[in-house]
């Protein structure tokens, strides 16, 4: 059974940095693709950026130039670095595994970490 656990959420200035982690309980090279999504009260969840398993990242406009994904296939984990954090990017931020096997295609999604971006 696959887990995803996130983790590094917080309350965070305007300006402020946050990096977020999201490690999995198998490799995630079982994955065609990882990403992280967000949602702020009352807001349908939206992209943030996705990372395929080749190593090609994508972003939403919202965090381009301030947010980076990364991961690190020695501990399974997948990284959403943010950047010159704005109140607006106040959500709870949620990763996400994509697989594909044959004609099957399955998301895993972790529990969500809480982001707060406020003075």
């Known amino acids: 059974q696959v887990h995803l656990v996130e983790s590094g959420g917080g309350l965070v200035k305007p300006g402020g940095s946050l990096r977020l982690s999201c490690a999995a309980s198998?490799?995630?090279?079982?994955?065609?693709?990882m990403g992280w999504y967000r949602q702020a009260p009352g807001k349908e969840r939206e992209l943030v950026a996705t990372?395929?398993?080749?190593?090609?990242?994508n972003y939403a406009d919202s965090g381009k130039g301030r947010f980076t994904i990364s991961r690190d296939n020695t501990k399974d984990t997948m990284y959403l670095q943010m950047n010159s954090l704005k109140p607006e990017d106040t959500a709870v931020y949620y990763c996400?595994?994509?697989?594909?096997?044959?004609?099957?295609?399955?998301?895993?999604w972790g529990q969500g970490t809480q982001v707060t971006v406020s003075s």
């Open positions: 990372l395929t398993r080749g190593g090609s990242a």
């Open positions: 198998i490799s995630i090279f079982s994955f065609n693709a």
């Open positions: 996400k595994a994509h697989t594909v096997v044959g004609p099957t295609s399955t998301d895993y």
